[in-house]
């Protein structure tokens, strides 16, 4: 292999785990807000508009980890 295919799947690899990352990120911050919206998990004394904004700062934490792995991408030669 030659020094840019070495530099190209070393630079796939850090944006495929960024994206593995932004995607637990996601699946934590939104989908239990979710789950409590739904089945009530957390205890009663649990503020709705906390967990909410949780989940909402946990997407948009998750698509700007996305975008990072978008930019890694974009320094492929």
Do not use: S, Y
Request: glycine share 10%.
């Amino acid at each position: 292999m030659t020094e840019d295919e070495v530099r190209n799947e070393h630079l796939k690899l850090v944006a495929n785990w960024l994206n593995t990352l932004a995607t637990g990120v996601m699946t934590a911050g939104v989908f239990v807000p979710a789950a409590q919206e739904i089945f009530n998990i957390l205890p009663a004394a649990t503020d709705n508009g906390l967990v909410v904004g949780i989940g909402m700062v946990c997407f948009a934490l998750a698509f700007g980890i996305h975008i990072v792995a978008h930019l890694f991408l974009g320094g492929l030669r």
